[in-house]
């Protein structure tokens, strides 16, 4: 295939290549060529917040990113949360308060407040209403998302502790 | 929904992303944050033949202050300037604007100058800016040029910026101490644009108006500069027949496209409504 360029990334901790078009959108890449997935397409316009990864520490709605914007990223899909069959903090928090429903916009959620635990290691709910605004649930009333993201917030204080 | 084929530039230095502009010119594109772009060339309203990535260079992204001038890289991010300890304490109305601006995630990747060469009415940095007193640093072949923000904007999507040239920085005079300052935005959800909003600077001796600035968003084809209501201010008590006639010569320049957002009345009402809440907020924020 004509026009075709090699991108390298490093995706939940694994370096990988994809060979892409320019005009590729990362979301792609990342559910058909490295068959990741856990990132939903929703609105494939930048406003529903499925498709969220985080790219070198940003939450990145990843339909409104080329793969080729992508090379030498460290990058993070839901795919990388648990380690060694344990879940995350924020996947547990997320099990434990029944942060979903029908779970298509779980994965979009959990990758944001990943990154906003980090950023903000104990926030209000107010903040946490705020800094999640950009990922959309149809199913909670984003009652329980709110108490998921708290949980956590918790448990990572306690085992930093 | 993906664009039509284009090559793709990620270009290191500054003068490597001029030299591509000027080899691809009208056929080019610059990238910044990509969230109006890529849409736009989802949709296929955009369809450039090269993408020139600015996402790679680095003196295009920081915030500093240089004798009394804030001095914002071009591709600093939404999010940078919400985070950012010196807006915060030196311009904190660009700070309450960003805040604004659509979503989280869209906040990490949108960025200052992005924003304000879109050219996009419904943007909001442009009316901050010309409040503030802004300029702008636009860089070409043949050399710098650093325009104000009042008569940059021309109409939707036209600014002065030309093809062969990238802005590279925002310079942001800091603001003489006890102005006030606010960013009244009426959006109907988190990600929409302004329904209408207005933006306002605000110096204050006494119980009377000695400086004021007032600019609407998304009420007209570019970014709107309400001179007659900053006009009727100066000079006069800041009272509430004041505030509505400000408003009321506010509103007569308003010719907002109607959407589904409201028809042409309620988006001018609004914006009468919004001019009224930032002139009383900054109110509230000045000191004499």
């Keep these: 295939m004509a026009n075709k360029q090699a991108v390298s990334f490093k995706l939940n901790g694994k370096p990988v290549d994809v060979l892409v078009e320019p005009r590729e959108l990362l979301i792609h890449s990342l559910r058909e060529k490295l068959l990741h997935t856990g990132p939903h397409i929703g609105c494939e316009t930048s406003h529903c917040g499925a498709c969220t990864v985080d790219i070198d520490g940003m939450s990145v709605k990843s339909c409104t990113v080329l793969t080729v914007q992508c090379e030498g990223a460290e990058m993070l899909t839901i795919e990388g949360f648990e380690q060694a069959g344990e879940l995350s903090a924020v996947q547990e928090g997320f099990t434990k308060e029944h942060g979903l429903q029908c779970g298509y916009c779980t994965p979009g959620m959990i ?29 909670t009333g984003y009652q329980n998302i709110v108490k998921a993201v708290q949980y956590a917030a918790k448990k990572m204080a306690t085992a930093t502790a | 929904m993906i664009p039509r084929p284009f090559d793709y530039h990620a270009p290191r230095t500054l003068p490597e992303a001029i030299g591509l502009l000027a080899r691809y010119g009208d056929e080019a594109k610059l990238l910044a944050g990509g969230h109006s772009l890529l849409p736009m060339m989802k949709l296929r309203f955009a369809q450039p033949g090269h993408l020139i990535d600015l996402g790679k260079i680095a003196e295009l992204k920081g915030i500093r202050e240089e004798a009394g001038t804030l ?76 325009v104000p923000a009042d008569g940059f904007f021309l109409g939707n999507y036209a600014t002065l910026l030309e093809p062969s040239e990238i802005m590279t920085e925002i310079r942001v005079p800091i603001p003489a101490p006890g102005t006030g300052w606010a960013y009244a935005k009426l959006k109907r959800k988190v990600g929409d644009f302004a329904t209408a909003a207005a933006a306002v600077t605000l110096r204050m001796k006494g119980e009377t108006v000695q400086e004021v600035a007032i600019a609407l968003t998304n009420v007209g084809a570019s970014v709107l500069r309400a001179s007659a209501a900053e006009a009727a201010l100066r000079g006069k008590a800041f009272d509430d027949a004041a505030i509505a006639e400000a408003a009321r010569l506010a509103m007569s320049i308003c010719d907002p496209v109607p959407d589904q957002r409201g028809d042409a009345e309620y988006k001018t009402a609004m914006a009468g409504e919004m001019t009224q809440r930032a002139l009383r907020s900054a109110r509230s924020r000045a000191t004499p």
């Design chain 2, 71 to 146: 001095r914002i890289g071009a591709m600093t991010t939404e999010n940078e300037l919400i985070w950012s300890k010196l807006l915060q304490d030196k311009c904190p109305l660009l700070v309450e604007g960003a805040r604004l601006i659509s979503d989280p995630q869209v906040r990490y990747k949108g960025t200052i100058g992005g924003d304000i060469s879109h050219g996009d009415p419904g943007n909001d940095h442009p009316a901050l800016m010309i409040v503030l007193g802004a300029s702008f640093v636009l860089k070409g072949g043949s050399g710098e040029r650093v």
């Design chain 1, 111 to 139: 990758t944001r407040a990943y990154r906003l635990l980090k950023e903000n290691p104990n926030p209000t709910e107010e903040e946490i209403r705020y800094w999640m605004s950009g990922n959309l649930c149809r199913c």
